[in-house]
């Protein structure tokens, strides 16, 4: 039996431990059918990805589940994997080539692709390491990549049998497009930003004089486009010149005038500009009417051909050269201050331009039908509720989701064309050497016009013509589309296998609540059409973390933190308890964090260790500190001690497991029984509704308080008594099945304690605390009546503690009490008490009334459970001592907030001063006023 060191050292321990659990295969499970299972595939970070305090509060949820689940006996399932991440990574790399004065296309295609895979090799996986230093138990045997062979397979045979199935079509659409990243982007890949804009209203002369319409636009380049001015042909304004024509100023071609329900006669002047080629809804218009489309901002956000004299130019230096011309012109009757909601790129947050192109979609109408049945029966459940809600709405008005994407990393779509059966309709190059591809110029080719081969391999040959010259479609898919394989393409589909027979569907899916859309819905989407049942039963969507401000944790944004550092400080189980305690479901989780500068020592929120640099000194030596981590430090120290305790008192000859009749424990042994039994029922009930706060909170509340400060400490000093192998039994018994409850939050911790406690209090025998059985509920270890009289004990002492510190004494003096009992019964219960009352009290002697004592002793007062307590004061010359050792204190007192608040009163300081600086004056100011209200409810106290 191991002996605890006198101080707790996770550094010591955690890589030790985390290296036997995955030697021994306690991470990896069996594809048993006869056994209950539990099955959780974890959302795959991106291969670019590093651990931020998000994928630790993910992940620790999730490993939390995994092993309480193994615990009770479930064969567990929680596989890793990652995600290739096609935007990212392709842009990680490129950045990469940049430093080297190269980019992708002078390495060309396949060369590039070599180097992404080297760059993955490299760096990709990182966040593997991290994640088995915060503790989980994933099953490393089947960690997968959404670009490995297996994987790759099963992306290209969920597009294959969409498209035969025609879900999969290829159209001319506009889409949304980002120039920096040069491909398109879905809806939800998009983030809004309010800016200052201006609205341009523009009049457009009537063709043939008479008049004009006025327009108004944001975007005034996009005009160049314009193939007709729409107004609602409800509107009695236009009535007459619908059918009409106006004039395009600069551009002086006509435009008609259609009449559309889309025109709003309420805004503005009630005629709206129709751009088709980069406007989704003008697009709408343009099919409507049969309107032409005409392009005027190429995918590299400059002026095309179709622009006129303002071709070449880049957008915005467009848009300037034209607001111009329009003035002179006369025709820009005003410009006036506009909110603007803009589009985004949520990778790059470079503006989108909406662009119509060529790309591929998915038909959602139908297949969203049964992922909308599945939640509304209640088959697939959101944690909390509210998100069903958000859910159903946005998969109620979905759209055609476009899955082209113009990157070379990624799965490639499985679309090929045949040379010789489109001819020159396909702008090709010379013939390739042998091994390459044919070269084509994909920007000059309309796609949409070819005869197109979708197939899970290339073909050899032309099915229609028997021609050997075949290309494959450039782009790749979104990743979204190959993630929204992930609950059963990770288990071997399109296959049929064990794993994906045992363990799908999944159990539960935790996840973040911005990408409900993104993926959520496309899991159960896919789940729904391929295997005909739902992806998980349940969806977690766990809070946002925000720092301090409110602010998203982001090290993008600079207001993240590396848990890592935290881990380092505090510990592993120190950071994950934190996590697990704040995780409520009811609202965002608030993550203190403070940066300490070891060079000049200041301590400050806003400092960071993303921008290395400290903002007062400018050294880049600093480090984070969390009062909430170091308070879940605390606690593992405190289950340190308390262990140390148990075990420096355990006798070798002590036999564990069978406790005393409850007839032969004393209350507080009956107590503690009762209220670990009602902490293990409120565990389970808690982890099983994912309430993980609550959990923790009751964990927390029955270790740190009941048995440590209240049980293990009446159980002191009857350990001298004969009562001590009953004691050491109960002590020994309930710190091993707290243990056992407390690992799933705090592993390391737990299993170092456990592995020292003798094998005979260990009533599993089990080789770890990670796989022994988790504690259930059993009634009958709870006594009502225990807690009700210990409730009264507890509330006595507690009220004699506060007494003693009113009357200014240290706590170690024992101090005579009286007690006026509201009843005889509660006299009996503290008559039975009295000697553990007086131990935990610090009472010299407990005088049981009554009724009150007679008037004229001088005492303080508090109302007790048992009736009401009484501290006398003792003889009045030491009543006026501690009254004027008050009063001097008092004025001390005073005389430090004056000097406090003058500084605040200074605008001087306030605004030289740094804000800590600051900050420190005024805790200063509402420290001493609270000290100061305390001396003074004291001495209203000692003066009657």
Same mark, same amino acid.
């Given at each position: 039996?191991?002996?605890?060191?006198?101080?707790?050292?996770?550094?010591?321990?955690?890589?030790?431990?985390?290296?036997?659990?995955?030697?021994?295969?306690?991470?990896?499970?069996?594809?048993?059918?006869?056994?209950?299972?539990?099955?959780?595939?974890?959302?795959?970070?991106?291969?670019?990805?590093?651990?931020?305090?998000?994928?630790?509060?993910?992940?620790?949820?999730?490993?939390?589940?995994?092993?309480?689940?193994?615990?009770?006996?479930?064969?567990?399932?929680?596989?890793?994997?990652?995600?290739?991440?096609?935007?990212?990574?392709?842009?990680?790399?490129?950045?990469?080539?940049?430093?080297?004065?190269?980019?992708?296309?002078?390495?060309?295609?396949?060369?590039?692709?070599?180097?992404?895979?080297?760059?993955?090799?490299?760096?990709?996986?990182?966040?593997?390491?991290?994640?088995?230093?915060?503790?989980?138990?994933?099953?490393?045997?089947?960690?997968?990549?959404?670009?490995?062979? #297996?994987?790759?397979?099963?992306?290209?045979?969920?597009?294959?049998?969409?498209?035969?199935?025609?879900?999969?079509?290829?159209?001319?659409?506009?889409?949304?497009?980002?120039?920096?990243?040069?491909?398109?982007?879905?809806?939800?890949?998009?983030?809004?930003?309010?800016?200052?804009?201006?609205?341009?209203?523009?009049?457009?002369?009537?063709?043939?004089?008479?008049?004009?319409?006025?327009?108004?636009?944001?975007?005034?380049?996009?005009?160049?486009?314009?193939?007709?001015?729409?107004?609602?042909?409800?509107?009695?304004?236009?009535?007459?010149?619908?059918?009409?024509?106006?004039?395009?100023?600069?551009?002086?071609?006509?435009?008609?005038?259609?009449?559309?329900?889309?025109?709003?006669?309420?805004?503005?002047?009630?005629?709206?500009?129709?751009?088709?080629?980069?406007?989704?809804?003008?697009?709408?218009?343009?099919?409507?009417?049969?309107?032409?489309?005409?392009?005027?901002?190429?995918?590299?956000?400059?002026?095309?051909?179709?622009?006129?004299?303002?071709?070449?130019?880049?957008?915005?230096?467009?848009?300037?050269?034209?607001?111009?011309?329009?003035?002179?012109?006369? @025709?820009?009757?005003?410009?006036?201050?506009?909110?603007?909601?803009?589009?985004?790129?949520?990778?790059?947050?470079?503006?989108?331009?909406?662009?119509?192109?060529?790309?591929?979609? @998915?038909?959602?109408?139908?297949?969203? #039908?049964?992922?909308?049945?599945?939640?509304?029966? #209640?088959?697939?459940?959101?944690?909390?509720?509210?998100?069903?809600?958000?859910?159903?709405?946005?998969?109620?008005?979905?759209?055609?989701?476009?899955?082209?994407?113009?990157?070379?990393?990624?799965?490639?779509?499985?679309?090929?064309?045949?040379?010789?059966?489109?001819?020159?309709?396909?702008?090709?190059?010379?013939?390739?050497?042998?091994?390459?591809?044919?070269?084509?110029?994909?920007?000059?080719?309309?796609?949409?016009?070819?005869?197109?081969?979708?197939?899970?391999?290339?073909?050899?040959?032309?099915?229609?013509?028997?021609?050997?010259?075949?290309?494959?479609?450039?782009?790749?898919?979104?990743?979204?589309?190959?993630?929204?394989?992930?609950?059963?393409?990770?288990?071997?589909?399109?296959?049929?296998?064990?794993?994906?027979?045992?363990?799908?569907?999944?159990?539960?899916?935790?996840?973040?609540?911005?990408?409900?859309?993104?993926?959520?819905?496309?899991?159960?989407?896919?789940?729904?059409?391929?295997?005909?049942?739902?992806?998980?039963?349940?969806?977690?969507?766990?809070?946002?973390?925000?720092?301090?401000?409110?602010?998203?944790?982001?090290?993008?944004?600079?207001?993240?933190?590396?848990?890592?550092?935290?881990?380092?400080?505090?510990?592993?189980?120190?950071?994950?308890?934190?996590?697990?305690?704040?995780?409520?479901?009811?609202?965002?989780?608030?993550?203190?964090?403070?940066?300490?500068?070891?060079?000049?020592?200041?301590?400050?929120?806003?400092?960071?260790?993303?921008?290395?640099?400290?903002?007062?000194?400018?050294?880049?030596?600093?480090?984070?500190?969390?009062?909430?981590?170091?308070?879940?430090?605390?606690?593992?120290?405190?289950?340190?001690?308390?262990?140390?305790?148990?075990?420096?008192?355990?006798?070798?000859?002590?036999?564990?497991?069978?406790?005393?009749?409850?007839?032969?424990?004393?209350?507080?042994?009956?107590?503690?029984?009762?209220?670990?039994?009602?902490?293990?029922?409120?565990?389970?009930?808690?982890?099983?509704?994912?309430?993980?706060?609550?959990?923790?909170?009751?964990?927390?509340?029955?270790?740190?308080?009941?048995?440590?400060?209240?049980?293990?400490?009446?159980?002191?000093?009857?350990?001298?008594?004969?009562?001590?192998?009953?004691?050491?039994?109960?002590?020994?018994?309930?710190?091993?099945?707290?243990?056992?409850?407390?690992?799933?939050?705090?592993?390391?911790?737990?299993?170092?304690?456990?592995?020292?406690?003798?094998?005979?209090?260990?009533?599993?025998?089990?080789?770890?605390?990670?796989?022994?059985?988790?504690?259930?509920?059993?009634?009958?270890?709870?006594?009502?009546?225990?807690?009700?009289?210990?409730?009264?004990?507890?509330?006595?002492?507690?009220?004699?503690?506060?007494?003693?510190?009113?009357?200014?004494?240290?706590?170690?003096?024992?101090?005579?009490?009286?007690?006026?009992?509201?009843?005889?019964?509660?006299?009996?219960?503290?008559?039975?008490?009295?000697?553990?009352?007086?131990?935990?009290?610090?009472?010299?002697?407990?005088?049981?009334?009554?009724?009150?004592?007679?008037?004229?002793? =001088?005492?303080?007062?508090?109302?007790?459970?048992?009736?009401?307590?009484?501290?006398?004061?003792?003889?009045?010359? #030491?009543?006026?001592?501690?009254?004027?050792?008050?009063?001097?204190?008092?004025?001390?007192?005073?005389?430090?907030?004056?000097?406090?608040?003058?500084?605040?009163?200074?605008?001087?300081?306030?605004?030289?001063?740094?804000?800590?600086?600051?900050?420190?004056?005024?805790?200063?100011?509402?420290?001493?006023?609270? =000290?100061?209200?305390?001396?003074?409810?004291?001495?209203?106290?000692?003066?009657?």
């Amino acid at each position: 039996m191991p002996e605890l060191s006198k101080t707790y050292d996770p550094k010591s321990s955690e890589e030790r431990w985390y290296e036997a659990w995955d030697r021994e295969g306690y991470f990896h499970a069996a594809a048993d059918p006869k056994r209950e299972k539990f099955s959780i595939t974890i959302p795959p970070p991106n291969v670019t990805g590093s651990l931020h305090i998000g994928h630790a509060l993910c992940y620790t949820l999730q490993d939390v589940l995994a092993r309480w689940k193994r615990m009770h006996g479930y064969e567990t399932l929680c596989l890793p994997g990652m995600d290739h991440a096609g935007i990212a990574t392709q842009n990680a790399v490129e950045r990469d080539l940049a430093r080297e004065g190269l980019t992708r296309h002078d390495l060309g295609r396949e060369k590039f692709l070599e180097r992404v895979w080297q760059w993955k090799e490299q760096y990709g996986g990182t966040i593997f390491q991290q994640f088995r230093k915060m503790g989980y138990s994933f099953d490393w045997e089947r960690s997968r990549f959404t670009l490995d062979e #297996g994987y790759h397979r099963a992306v290209t045979e969920h597009f294959v049998r969409l498209h035969e199935e025609g879900h999969i079509y290829r159209g001319e659409r506009v889409i949304n497009w980002c120039p920096r990243c040069s491909t398109a982007i879905s809806d939800i890949e998009i983030e809004y930003e309010d800016r200052d804009a201006q609205l341009y209203h523009i009049d457009y002369p009537l063709e043939g004089g008479g008049g004009h319409v006025t327009v108004a636009t944001t975007r005034p380049e996009t005009m160049l486009g314009d193939t007709a001015v729409a107004v609602n042909p409800k509107d009695a304004r236009y009535t007459d010149i619908v059918g009409k024509n106006v004039v395009l100023p600069v551009m002086n071609r006509p435009l008609p005038i259609v009449a559309d329900d889309y025109a709003d006669p309420e805004f503005g002047t009630g005629a709206v500009k129709v751009t088709p080629a980069h406007d989704p809804n003008d697009f709408e218009i343009g099919r409507r009417h049969n309107l032409p489309s005409v392009s005027v901002i190429g995918t590299d956000a400059v002026m095309t051909e179709d622009a006129g004299k303002y071709a070449g130019k880049e957008r915005y230096e467009a848009r300037d050269e034209l607001v111009r011309e329009l003035e002179a012109l006369g @025709v820009l009757r005003k410009v006036e201050p506009y909110q603007l909601s803009v589009n985004t790129c949520a990778r790059c947050h470079t503006v989108i331009e909406p662009l119509l192109l060529e790309q591929w979609f @998915v038909r959602m109408e139908e297949l969203a #039908g049964p992922a909308m049945d599945v939640v509304k029966s #209640g088959e697939v459940r959101f944690f909390p509720d509210r998100f069903s809600k958000l859910y159903l709405n946005w998969m109620e008005s979905i759209r055609d989701w476009c899955i082209s994407r113009q990157l070379w990393w990624g799965h490639r779509i499985p679309a090929y064309y045949c040379l010789d059966c489109n001819g020159k309709r396909i702008v090709e190059a010379e013939t390739p050497v042998p091994g390459e591809e044919f070269s084509v110029d994909w920007g000059k080719t309309r796609v949409s016009s070819l005869k197109v081969i979708v197939a899970r391999e290339k073909p050899e040959a032309c099915p229609d013509c028997g021609g050997t010259r075949i290309v494959q479609d450039p782009d790749v898919l979104d990743t979204w589309f190959s993630s929204a394989l992930w609950t059963f393409a990770t288990m071997g589909w399109p296959d049929e296998n064990p794993d994906l027979e045992c363990f799908h569907p999944t159990t539960v899916l935790t996840t973040a609540r911005d990408i409900i859309y993104l993926w959520v819905a496309r899991m159960i989407v896919a789940s729904m059409h391929f295997l005909n049942e739902i992806p998980f039963r349940d969806v977690y969507i766990y809070a946002t973390v925000m720092n301090q401000e409110g602010q998203r944790m982001s090290k993008s944004l600079g207001t993240g933190v590396d848990p890592l550092e935290l881990i380092d400080r505090y510990g592993t189980d120190a950071l994950r308890f934190a996590l697990v305690e704040q995780a409520g479901k009811s609202q965002d989780m608030r993550f203190s964090v403070a940066f300490e500068c070891r060079n000049c020592g200041k301590v400050n929120s806003t400092l960071t260790p993303y921008t290395a640099q400290c903002r007062e000194c400018g050294s880049t030596d600093v480090r984070a500190e969390s009062a909430r981590v170091e308070q879940a430090r605390n606690f593992a120290n405190k289950i340190w001690n308390a262990s140390r305790f148990v075990l420096m008192n355990i006798d070798p000859s002590d036999v564990f497991g069978g406790l005393p009749s409850h007839e032969h424990l004393r209350v507080e042994d009956r107590w503690i029984l009762s209220r670990l039994a009602k902490t293990i029922q409120t565990v389970n009930e808690a982890l099983g509704s994912y309430d993980m706060d609550v959990a923790a909170h009751a964990l927390y509340d029955f270790i740190w308080s009941e048995y440590c400060d209240w049980y293990v400490e009446m159980a002191k000093p009857r350990l001298k008594t004969d009562e001590a192998p009953a004691v050491r039994s109960i002590l020994a018994g309930v710190l091993e099945c707290t243990l056992r409850l407390l690992h799933p939050m705090m592993p390391f911790v737990t299993e170092e304690i456990w592995q020292a406690l003798p094998e005979a209090a260990r009533p599993s025998r089990a080789p770890s605390v990670m796989v022994a059985p988790y504690a259930v509920f059993d009634e009958t270890m709870v006594n009502d009546a225990a807690e009700a009289e210990m409730a009264v004990v507890q509330d006595v002492v507690t009220r004699a503690r506060n007494l003693r510190a009113d009357a200014g004494m240290p706590p170690s003096k024992r101090l005579p009490f009286m007690l006026a009992a509201e009843s005889a019964q509660m006299a009996d219960v503290v008559r039975r008490n009295e000697e553990a009352i007086k131990n935990l009290g610090r009472i010299e002697t407990l005088e049981i009334l009554s009724a009150a004592p007679e008037e004229g002793r =001088r005492a303080l007062t508090a109302q007790t459970a048992a009736g009401t307590l009484y501290l006398e004061l003792g003889d009045a010359a #030491g009543v006026t001592r501690e009254i004027e050792r008050l009063e001097s204190e008092k004025k001390a007192a005073g005389q430090e907030m004056a000097r406090a608040s003058a500084k605040l009163a200074n605008q001087g300081f306030l605004s030289k001063a740094p804000a800590d600086v600051v900050e420190k004056q005024r805790q200063v100011v509402a420290d001493l006023t609270a =000290r100061i209200e305390e001396i003074d409810a004291r001495l209203a106290l000692l003066r009657g």
